[in-house]
């Protein structure tokens, strides 16, 4: 896919997988809002990144101009793909997060009622039983990884538990969706390797419930009709194959930059060692400027955006972190408030394809920071520079070493 030479000019070239860029993007976005904020690329197969507020909430209703068939940020042609048996049999698609009007609704009616505000905190007391277990797990030491030994388990295993897949297979599962969206972000072979495992497994899942159903999401999901017929197999096995990869790497990510943020800000930790009312204002701040997904869309049809014209089969990349930190949209939009009143942020997106699991995640968030702060109020990084980070689709923290 070509080699990384530095970017000279972030307006006409940038890079995405930049390594200072994926660090510390804030000053490249605050830049390009002002000069060009609808930037363009030819990396990566070619891109436009907007960075306003206004821009990406237009841009997220121009359907079906901009299709969501393929919302990966870097994807490969076409005709550019190499034939994979499992994908033939399986397909590639991952409703609803993939489908465009008029399948899209249907398809995302299906998922709602499972993430519910009710149906999610009847997960709680599992959440927080599984962070008290891997706190126990090192606190005596005095050090962990926060990345590795605590925030991805949160989220893997609570969302296995949610599927109803094996919760002890989850260090399988994330070195699964490792391979796709972060070796796989931008080595295609990686890529529909683990497109591949993962499909294998969930088509093996939905042929057992089919055969047996029991009570769990995935019988529920086969029982479902779409316009009158029995939902497809391949619709089953691409919505399991969304959820174990939309309900990990992003809260993952969310919540190890959230621990990142209290662990060198000692103000604010103590603050949320004290004030527990702060919580739901923190965590909708650590959402808003630690916004992880980047989502994209591909031009179907000419569109004229501000000063630029997308053309068809052109990607347009929602980045909907660079539009939480428009000043247009937030007061003091650089500043970490932790009691920000006005926070409409759009990390979760925003219009018709908006986070089904934003429950489920503000969820896990809060059980996780509540039980860390309660266990570990006082902690730091031992080595700043030990932290290392991935972005692309997902941007967040991989190593956090803590110690308390
Ligand atoms: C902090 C954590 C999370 C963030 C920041 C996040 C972000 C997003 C974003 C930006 C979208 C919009 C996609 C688009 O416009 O193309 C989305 C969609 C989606 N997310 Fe999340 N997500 C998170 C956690 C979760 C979790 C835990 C689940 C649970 C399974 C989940 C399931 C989904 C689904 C199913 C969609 C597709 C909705 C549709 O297309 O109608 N997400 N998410």
Redesign the pocket.
């Known amino acids: 896919m070509g080699t990384n030479p530095p970017v000279d000019d972030w307006a006409t070239d940038y890079d995405i997988f930049d390594e200072d860029y994926v660090k510390d993007p804030f000053p490249v976005w605050d830049e390009l809002r002002e000069k060009c904020p609808i930037a363009h690329t030819e990396r990566w197969g070619g891109s436009w990144l907007p960075t306003r507020y206004e821009d990406l909430q237009a841009l997220?209703r121009m359907v079906p101009e901009l299709s969501?068939r393929n919302?990966l940020v870097v994807s490969q042609k076409r005709e550019d793909r190499e034939f994979d048996p499992v994908l033939a049999e399986y397909g590639n698609s991952a409703p609803?997060?993939t489908s465009d009007p008029p399948d899209?609704v249907p398809m995302?009616r299906m998922?709602l009622p499972l993430?519910s505000p009710k149906a999610t905190e009847a997960h709680r007391p599992f959440t927080e039983a599984l962070c008290h277990e891997l706190i126990d797990g090192f606190i005596e030491k005095g050090t962990c990884d926060a990345a590795l030994d605590y925030a991805v388990h949160i989220?893997a295993k609570t969302?296995a538990k949610v599927i109803g897949v094996d919760v002890e297979r989850t260090d399988e599962f994330v070195s699964w969706i490792r391979g796709l969206l972060e070796e796989g972000n931008t080595d295609l072979e990686k890529r529909n390797k683990y497109n591949g495992i993962l499909r294998q497994f969930f088509g093996e899942l939905v042929d057992a419930r089919k055969a047996a159903p029991r009570d769990d999401l995935i019988s529920h999901l086969l029982a479902q009709e779409v316009n009158g017929q029995p939902v497809a197999r391949n619709a089953v096995i691409g919505m399991c194959n969304?959820?174990l990869v939309?309900?990990i790497d992003?809260?993952w990510s969310?919540l190890g930059s959230a621990l990142l943020h209290f662990a060198t800000h000692p103000e604010h930790r103590r603050r949320m060692a004290t004030e527990p009312d702060l919580f739901p204002s923190a965590i909708e701040e650590m959402?808003r400027v630690y916004?992880?997904?980047t989502?994209a869309r591909e031009v179907t049809e000419e569109v004229k955006v501000g000063d630029v014209t997308f053309q068809p089969g052109d990607k347009v990349l929602?980045n909907?972190p660079a539009a939480n930190h428009d000043p247009a949209a937030f007061e003091d939009a650089d500043k970490v408030i932790l009691d920000r009143k006005k926070n409409r942020h759009i990390?979760?997106?925003v219009g018709?394809?908006?986070?089904?699991?934003?429950n489920?995640?503000r969820m896990e968030m809060d059980v996780a920071l509540r039980v860390w702060f309660e266990r570990i109020p006082e902690f730091q990084l031992t080595d700043p520079d030990a932290v290392t980070w991935v972005g692309g689709q997902v941007r967040g923290p991989r190593h956090l070493p803590f110690k308390f």
């Open positions: 997220v969501s919302v609803p997060i899209h995302r998922l993430f989220p969302i969304l959820l939309a309900g992003t809260t969310s959402l916004a992880p997904v989502m929602l909907f990390a979760f997106g018709s394809h908006r986070c089904a699991g934003s489920l995640a």
